[in-house]
């Protein structure tokens, strides 16, 4: 008694042909074992679950990211919009106190430049009386 079986031809007493597997003249021999299938169904069962965990981590993370990007552009907006207000309520404030020194002012600054203009108008009529002096004096 063998611990390999004898091949089926000599078994039937058929005759039994030598060639490749390509061929057909030979039967494809399959080695399964349960053990192995099992194996490589759990190993390739555990490489989906490590890619699937991987997956998943990088998929919080970059959610994760994508919260804390648009947390910081929220806050960026908020901020720049609170300046603006900041710059605009000075600019009415700043504006609001230049047209009150301008109305304070209004009746010294009329005065003011009232006084300039007679001044200048006083000269110049000096400086026409002097020259229309000078040319009564060159005339006689």
Known sequence: MSITPAP???VKG???QHGSVLGGKTRRARVSSQWKSTHYAREAEAIVNRCEAE??????DLEALKERQF???QQS??????????????H???RQQLVQAQERS????????QRAFERASQRKEQTQEQAHGWSRGLSR
């Open 92 to 94: 009415r404030m700043e």
């Open 106 to 113: 209004r009746g010294s600054e009329i005065g003011v430049s």
């Open 71 to 73: 947390g910081a552009a």
């Open 55 to 60: 997956r998943m981590v990088r998929h919080r």
């Open 8 to 10: 089926p031809a000599k």
């Open 77 to 90: 907006r908020l901020r720049q919009a609170q300046e603006r207000k900041g710059i605009a309520e000075l």
């Open 14 to 16: 058929a005759r039994f």
